[in-house]
């Protein structure tokens, strides 16, 4: 299948030099239209071995990919399908994301569903070994006709996260307390153990909010979570729980839970 290649460009890290080929290379996989009307595509990179990049809640030490599609033509809408991500830590601190290869569907909505979509714009995000990279990355693809079944973009779709039903999640309550410059936020999980170390993410649809790192505790059948959310201004503010994604990431599955209601 031919890849559409992507205008890849690399901040050198000071006093190392890293080509863009040593470091990333990334394709825009063609993919295909679905029976919606839609397009599945997919941004797919590589990374040098030793390598990774973040997921999109990354953790304190790292960067969440940021795109811009300004320069797109009969584009309406884009939705991502992140595959199950992968907990680092290294001096104590807890990163999300990939590492070897990283393979992002991303389904396309057209204006016109009877002409092409043209998806041009750039992608920021971070490359990390011992140190840090920004990569900045452009791209300039036309999304046309059926396209083909690509079993790459496929694979990846299947490793998305399960949901709250399919993981045995039996319930779930939220206590919301104030801080002196936010909430905390603490779920509590009637859900089966995967096995192996857990790490919970909670994530906010309010934009600007830091969330910490979460404490997480099981017991038996119950996982236990907190976290701090804190807004720009540093003060106590209102929390739409139903905004509220919870995902529990171990060894072997991620779950993401939608909504945080009360106890």
Known sequence: MRHLPLLLALLPAPALAFSQEDVLRGDIRPGWATDAGTRMTALHLSLAPGWKTYWRSPGDAGIPPSFDWSGSENLRAVAFHWPRPHVFELNGLKTV??????????????????????????????????????????????????????????????????????????????????????????????????????????????SGIWVSE???????????????????????FALDRSTVTVTVISDTRAVEIRGCPAP
């Open 97 to 206: 994301g990939y590492h070897d290869e990283l393979v992002l569907p991303i389904e396309v909505t057209p204006i016109d569903v009877t002409r092409p979509v043209r998806l041009r714009g750039t992608v920021d995000l971070g490359v990390c070994s011992d140190i840090c990279i920004p990569a900045a990355l452009a791209f300039d693809a036309v999304m046309a006709g059926p396209g083909a079944p690509d079993p790459v973009i496929a694979a990846a779709l299947a490793d998305r996260p399960v949901t709250a039903r399919q993981a045995g999640l039996a319930g779930i309550g939220c206590a919301v307390d104030p801080i002196a410059d936010g909430l905390r936020l603490t779920a509590t999980m009637a859900l089966p153990p995967a096995g192996g170390e857990e790490t919970v993410v909670f994530e906010s649809a309010t």
């Open 214 to 236: 979460a404490d997480a505790t099981r017991k038996g059948g119950t996982l236990t979570a907190a976290a701090d959310l804190v807004p720009p201004d540093g003060a106590p």
